[in-house]
Every structure is written in structure tokens, then in C-alpha cells.
């Protein structure tokens, strides 16, 4: 019988991170994921010979120095992944309707704080205190800034500040706050509930640089499985953990969905925690800790919309953009019968052309009610019903984009769609939620997950701890090894390279 030192039950990047963490620093891991490809948000998938992102589609920071460059220089990444840097004058455009400026966030603090002032000349004391407080609020947040530590804190006064309070102290004027809270789509931002470090970390990750996977991001978790089996560990695809076997207080193996046993020392969940505490039997942990997490909100979902374009038809954009109606997001209604009030939209990198656009894909967010009649339907096998309801839905979104790029649809050869049911089944995330359980600045601990979880040697990793996107499920992933490795030894190990 194999005895594992660690499983870790998925291989989202938090997973796959976990995974490779502990097979280079010596420990004999396997990676179990359900499906038949590994990444879950890192995942790609190709249509009519175009590579369609179904996550994250650009990172930040990856300029030699900076911090998530630094993260995967441990990982092995730097020399092998290929990325195309986003447009230093504008990585992300905020647009509105009746409103033909393109505000641009521009790469570089400076530069951040120079395109601005060109559309709100009176606000420069303002954004220079946004921007000097963004700065210090990422670095006062748990390993965003890889330093070596002794120990992880969490500082609850920096939870409880909100990025609304933030926006409304730089600034009276409307439109320029609709325009910093431009990218809130990007972590389901609320006005009332999000919390500054979020703001500010995925604002700052991306300003100091930002790049686009050349043909998607399947790239950073193939490399990532790649190493951990070159470190001597396994990978398994096609393997679903349906329960924990424990004994006691500690978990002695994981039951596979086919019955096979895989015995391990340790156990990490890459699952979303109501997934992973649903593997745990009814007795096994404290139902007031069961109730706490299974009440936790989540985020809302997304609907996809990946079009294929005529070759040759329209170009290439190194950005992404944001669009609002004329109230922006801070003024939305949030309802269907209002939707999609926001959008927005990108041109995926690929490896043949950088002058004209292959595809592109358009994500608006929506709510699971509006999917869960399907709950239950296998992909592909949800009826008539649906794919009608898809249709719709799609056909409003690209109405939309037509006001935006006029034009548009007649480039149009074919498209694709994906709905919270599709997240729900492809990562097991709870309501096919985008980033996971929801923060609140208003109630900071109640969603709180840490790595510990009320079984002794099973922890939690990826987005539902710390933060969700690259560099938060990077830092999770390093929070949870160091449970079983240390904190202060891992930390100086990857600063280190
Ligand atoms: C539309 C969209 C766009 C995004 N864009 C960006 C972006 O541009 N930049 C950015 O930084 N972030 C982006 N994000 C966020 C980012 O993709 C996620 O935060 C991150 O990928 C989550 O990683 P994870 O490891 O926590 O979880 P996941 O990616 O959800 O992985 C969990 C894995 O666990 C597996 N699993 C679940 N249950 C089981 C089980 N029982 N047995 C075995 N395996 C199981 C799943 O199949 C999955 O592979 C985006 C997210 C979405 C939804």
C-alpha cells in the first residue's frame, strides 16, 4: 500500500501550487483532480481552432523583481511561460454609455497617475492618495509581498477598511470614483461590503505590470503538474475524492469516487470548503463549524460568451475594457431585468497573429437563480430549455457589445457560451461562484477560512483563503505548506528563488 505524504484533493492553481510546494521540498505528494484536465480556472478549451480562456486571462506583477515574478521563480515558471505584455499606456480601459472617453489605467505608478489627471486635471492630491494608500495596505497583507516571516497574522484593522470609504475620501467627483471601482468586476466588487485590501492589491498587482498568457493560461498549471512530477510527485486526473476516511481527528486516506483508497500523512483541499466539509461524514467535526462555513455567501457567477471572429476582421486589443451604463458600477441596479448594466471584454493573446483578433470573449456577472432550475444536468445533456435560455442571453450580451463596437456582429462567425452551472461542474465551486466565498469589510472574521481546518491534518488552499486571482491563490497556497513545513523556512526558500 502507497502511503502518500501529502494528497491534495484538486489542481486549480492553489492545488497545483500546494503540489509542487511540497514535492520540492522533499515530500512524496499525489495531486488528485476530478476531471480529465487538469487547472480548473487555469483551464483552456479549443473551438473551431481557437483557445478560449475559462478563468484567468492576465496577471500582474511579472516584471523580474516583482512579487509574483518572485513566487515563480521558486516555481520554475519565469523561463518557460510565455506572456505578452499588456499596453503600458492602458492595460485596462474604463468606458460608459453616452460617454466616448476611454479612461485608461496605465501600467507604472506614475504613468497610473498621469493618464488620469488628463481626464480629472483638479484630482491630483486626491490620486496621489490613492495611490499611496494602495501601496501601504498591500503591504501590510499576508505574504502579497514575499518577505521572510515568522508567522502569519492577520491584522483585522485592515479587513475592516472598506474600498468604498477609500474612493469617497479621494474624491467627490462621480465619475472619477466609477472609474477607480472600473475593474470591481474583476473580484464581483461591491460598494457596499468589499474590502479596500481586496481593491488594492488587484489594483497594485496589475499597475506594476501587466501581462497576457500567450494562448491561455492551461500553460502555468501543465508546467506547474510538470514539476511536480519531475520533484517525483503524481498527478491523477479523472479522479474525484467523494469522502474523507477518519479516524479520530485525523483523516487516514481519501475514497475516490471509483472506491479506491489513497492513504496519506497530510491532506489539503483545493475544493471549495463547503465541498471539501460535505467529503466529511455527518459526527466526524463540530456541526457549529460545518454551519458557519456552509453559511458563508459566495460571489456571484459569470456568463461567458466566447466568439469566434472572422479571420482578418478586427484587430488585435493588448487591453482589456470595462463597460458601464451611464451610472457605472457604483450606480448599478444589479437585477435581470437590467442586465448585462456591465461587461467586459478582451481579446485573447494567441501565438499566430498579434495585428488581428482570433476571437473574442465577453463576461458579464450573473446569479446563480437564474441557472438553478438546471441543477442536476450534465453538460451538454441540460435540454432544449437551456440552450434556448443561453441563446437569449447571449444575443443580449452581443446587442450590447454592438453599441460599444459598432459592427461588431457582422465579424461574428460563431460563439459559445457558459453559465454558473458550467463553473459549478468544471471546479465544484459552490453556485458556480467566480471568486469564492464573499469578503466583507463589514463583518470581516465571520468570512475568515484559514488553512486549519477542525480536522488535524486536513487544510484548506486556494481562493477561499486569503484572496482569489494569481497572487492570492499563490500566497494561500504558501500559507498552507507552511502549516506542515513552517512558515519561516518556506518563505525564505522562495525568496531565495
Ligand atoms: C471568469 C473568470 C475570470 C478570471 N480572471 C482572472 C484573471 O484574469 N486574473 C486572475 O488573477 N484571476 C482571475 N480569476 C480568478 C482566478 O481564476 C481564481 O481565483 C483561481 O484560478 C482559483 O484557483 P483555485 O485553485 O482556488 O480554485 P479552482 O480553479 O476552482 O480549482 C479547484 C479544483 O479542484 C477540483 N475539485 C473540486 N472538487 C474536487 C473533488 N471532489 N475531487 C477532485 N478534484 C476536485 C476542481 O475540479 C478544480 O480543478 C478569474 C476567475 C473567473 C471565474
Known amino acids: 500500500m502507497t502511503k502518500y505524504d501529502a494528497v491534495v484533493i484538486g489542481s ?3 492545488g497545483l501550487v500546494s503540489g509542487f510546494i511540497l514535492s520540492k521540498e522533499g515530500m512524496n505528494v499525489c495531486v488528485l483532480e476530478q476531471h480529465s484536465k487538469i487547472g480548473g480556472n487555469l483551464q483552456t478549451f479549443t473551438r473551431d481552432g481557437c483557445i478560449f480562456d475559462t478563468g484567468m486571462h492576465y496577471i ?3 516584471n523580474e523583481g516583482q512579487y509574483l515574478y518572485k513566487y515563480f521563480k521558486y516555481f520554475e515558471l519565469t ?10 499606456e492602458g492595460y485596462d480601459i474604463i468606458t460608459f454609455d453616452h460617454d466616448n472617453t476611454e479612461y485608461r489605467m496605465a501600467q507604472g505608478y506614475e504613468n497610473f497617475i498621469a493618464a488620469l489627471l488628463t481626464y480629472f486635471p483638479e ?5 496621489e492618495r490613492y495611490t499611496s494608500t494602495i501601496k501601504s495596505v498591500v503591504k501590510g497583507f499576508p505574504l502579497y509581498d514575499l518577505a521572510e516571516v515568522d508567522a502569519f497574522t492577520i491584522d483585522v484593522a485592515l479587513l475592516e477598511q472598506c474600498a468604498m470609504s477609500l474612493l469617497n475620501d479621494v474624491t467627490d467627483n462621480k465619475r472619477m470614483k466609477n472609474v477607480l471601482a472600473g475593474a470591481f468586476s474583476l473580484y464581483a466588487g461591491n460598494p457596499e461590503s468589499t474590502p479596500l ?6 489594483r497594485d498587482s496589475l499597475i506594476n505590470s501587466s501581462w497576457r498568457p500567450i494562448d491561455g493560461s492551461q500553460q502555468i498549471a501543465d508546467l506547474l503538474a510538470e514539476g511536480i512530477r519531475k520533484y517525483g510527485g503524481t498527478v491523477l486526473t479523472s479522479s474525484r475524492v467523494k469522502e474523507f476516511d477518519i479516524s479520530s481527528e485525523k483523516a487516514d486516506a481519501v475514497i475516490l469516487e471509483n472506491g479506491e483508497k489513497i492513504f496519506a500523512d497530510n491532506f489539503i483541499s483545493n475544493a471549495h470548503p463547503v465541498s471539501t466539509l460535505n467529503m466529511i461524514g455527518e459526527g466526524k467535526i463540530k456541526k457549529i463549524y460545518r454551519k458557519r462555513i456552509i453559511g458563508l455567501e459566495n460571489t456571484w457567477g459569470v456568463f461567458s460568451l466566447y466568439v469566434i471572429l472572422k479571420k482578418d476582421s478586427f484587430p488585435y486589443l493588448n487591453k482589456n475594457y470595462f463597460h458601464y451604463n451611464a451610472n457605472g458600477i457604483l450606480g448599478a441596479i444589479n437585477n435581470v431585468e437590467h442586465w448585462p448594466e456591465n461587461y467586459y471584454f478582451y481579446t485573447p493573446a494567441t501565438s499566430n497573429t498579434d495585428k488581428y483578433a482570433e476571437s473574442i470573449v465577453v463576461l458579464a456577472d450573473m446569479k446563480f437563480e437564474e441557472v438553478s432550475q438546471w441543477l442536476g444536468t450534465k453538460v451538454n445533456k441540460r435540454g432544449e430549455s437551456y440552450e434556448s435560455f443561453k441563446k437569449r442571453k447571449a444575443e443580449k450580451l452581443l446587442d450590447t457589445l454592438e453599441k460599444r463596437l ?4 457582422e465579424k461574428v462567425v460563431k460563439y459559445y457560451t457558459s453559465t454558473p452551472l458550467t463553473f459549478s461542474d468544471y471546479t465544484g465551486t459552490v453556485e458556480g461562484s467566480a471568486y469564492g466565498i464573499m469578503k466583507n469589510c463589514n463583518d470581516p472574521l465571520r468570512s475568515i477560512i484559514l488553512p486549519r481546518t477542525k480536522v488535524s491534518n486536513l487544510f484548506f488552499t486556494g481562493q477561499n483563503i486569503n484572496l482569489h486571482g494569481i497572487l492570492g491563490v499563490t500566497a494561500s497556497a504558501v500559507i498552507t505548506c507552511s502549516e506542515i513545513i513552517g512558515l519561516k523556512y518556506l518563505t525564505k526558500k522562495i525568496s531565495n528563488g
Open 12 to 14: 486549480g492553481l492553489g
Open 79 to 88: 523561463d518557460k511561460l510565455r506572456l505578452k505584455k499588456l499596453d503600458i
Open 60 to 62: 500582474g506583477s511579472m
Open 406 to 409: 459598432p459592427g461588431i456582429r
Open 123 to 127: 484630482e491630483k492630491s486626491g490620486l
Open 197 to 202: 485590501y481586496i481593491h488594492a492589491c488587484t
